[in-house]
């Protein structure tokens, strides 16, 4: 089975500052998917960021990017320039044939 | 595209009372999954349709709970009796993919707080 742990409950960040969430997975598959999810206090859940497993290059969407390691099974989310549009419960997701395994999420507060 | 819709956006119930939720998945979608969120227990799988089949109902709590598509554009999440402790937000997530080749992102709907007195 597949298990995905985020150790970080609760973080906050300062605005314009550049905050890490940490995430890591544990399972025997070669070829799968990572996501980060965030959902705001409108508890809508939004696609932040994608990474496929056969690709080496780190993903990056605007402020969004990701320290991908495979070998060491870590998927860590960076967010630069942190906004105060960013506080939100962040889940790290790993996906592979269909079936999504959610971490426990962080809770990221940016401070003004 | 209007999303992932889901009605009610609340339901507030006695204890005992049927309910039910409802979704709408993203148009040519062929996957579906409908999750409960939690403070204890955070969010978790309840069960998984792929092209109106379901593939997985590990999640499912108990026999209370049952979950239906009738068709490609809807799928029911039915509680019967209704206990406090179901008390949570119920998402619906569509994606397309096959069982057997990878899927992409999920697209969450808005959810719905389920409350039950």
């Known amino acids: 089975a597949q298990t995905v742990t985020q150790s970080q409950p609760e973080m906050s960040v300062q605005e314009a500052e550049t905050v890490t969430l940490s995430c890591t997975y544990d399972?025997?598959?070669?070829?799968?998917?990572l996501f980060w999810y965030k959902q705001p206090p409108s508890r809508q859940m939004i696609l932040v960021i994608r990474?496929?497993?056969?690709?080496?290059q780190n993903a990056t969407e605007n402020r969004f990017s990701v320290n991908f390691q495979k070998a060491a099974k870590s998927f860590s989310l960076k967010i630069s320039d942190s906004q105060l549009g960013d506080t939100a419960m962040y889940f790290c997701?790993?996906?592979?044939?269909?079936?999504?395994?959610f971490g426990t999420g962080t809770s990221l507060t940016v401070i003004p | 595209d209007a999303g992932v819709i889901q009605s009610p956006r609340h339901e507030v119930t006695e204890m005992g009372q049927e309910v039910t939720l409802r979704c709408k998945p993203i148009?040519?979608?062929?996957?579906l999954f409908w999750y409960r969120q939690t403070m204890m227990r955070g969010l978790e799988l309840l069960i998984y349709?792929?092209?109106?089949?379901?593939?997985?109902d590990s999640g499912m709590p108990e026999d209370r709970f049952s979950a239906k598509m009738p068709n490609a554009s809807f799928s029911t999440l039915k509680i019967q009796p209704s206990e406090p402790r179901d008390s949570a937000v119920y998402f619906c997530?569509?994606?397309?993919?096959?069982?057997?080749?990878?899927?992409?992102?999920?697209?969450f709907g808005p959810g719905t707080r389920l409350t039950v007195t």
């Open positions: 997530a569509s994606s397309f993919g096959t069982r057997l080749a990878e899927t992409y992102e999920q697209y």
């Open positions: 399972t025997s598959e070669n070829n799968y998917y």
């Open positions: 990474q496929e497993a056969y690709k080496q």
């Open positions: 349709f792929n092209n109106n089949v379901p593939i997985d």
């Open positions: 148009s040519g979608h062929n996957s």
């Open positions: 997701a790993f996906m592979k044939l269909g079936q999504f395994y």
